[in-house]
């Protein structure tokens, strides 16, 4: 909901690091996978219970992979790195409810066990629309440059973030917050289906 709002605030920061970082030689891929392992660093560090030093991971992991989207457009970006980073993203956004089951099993899993299953939703739900429409041939940069359709809604990357640095800061709340959270990944796969019906209808009525 918010990511295209973010946008204007966050890209200039992110495009004069990576023509930093671009005559280092280092690849868009790389901060990818640094990334990944910044997550799944937080995601040990929740299970061990060290919210500051998993705090700090989540945003290393969010600035890693804020670098790595702005080097891949000074380079010009490929099929391959657009994949990497959407996988790598979801196995962070997968290990982070994860680790808090593991943190506190009794107060824990079931709502770790909903939020897991509402990204299920939201991550079909986004990726499902974003294969259908490359072969249709659409495309839209309101969330910036992708290397696949974003189809927008209420629970996006920021919105996500948020949540967890929630999570790290007020831990014994975890199981409200991911509830609240489930709720609105809920609500964002149903208004997502409606956009993918009008948008996919649209373009069926354009190329029959």
Known sequence: ???SR?????????AAAAAALE???????????????AGLGAATAIASQAWT??????ACNRLLDGLDGALARRRGPTDFG?????????????AVPLAFAIADPGRNALPAATLLASFLGTGA??????????????ATETQGR????????????????AVFVAF??????FPAIAYGFAALCAITVLARLRVARELLDASGRANP
Do not use: H
């Not at 973010?6 to 992110?14: A, F, K, T, Y």
């Not at 657009?82 to 997968?94: M, Q, T, V």
């Open 82 to 94: 657009g994949y990497l980073d959407a996988l790598c993203d979801f196995a962070f956004y997968a």
């Open 6 to 14: 973010l946008r204007p605030l966050i890209d200039p920061p992110l």
């Open 168 to 173: 790290c800061l007020w831990p014994q709340r």
């Open 146 to 161: 992708k290397s696949i359709y974003y189809l927008a809604g209420l629970a996006e990357g920021g919105e996500t973030i």
């Open 1 to 3: 909901m918010f990511d």
């Open 23 to 37: 005559r280092t030689g280092l690849s868009a891929n790389a901060l990818t996978v640094a990334g990944l392992a």
């Open 125 to 138: 739900s986004f990726l499902g629309f974003a294969a259908v429409a490359a072969r249709r041939g659409l």
């Open 53 to 58: 030093a998993a705090l700090a991971l989540v």
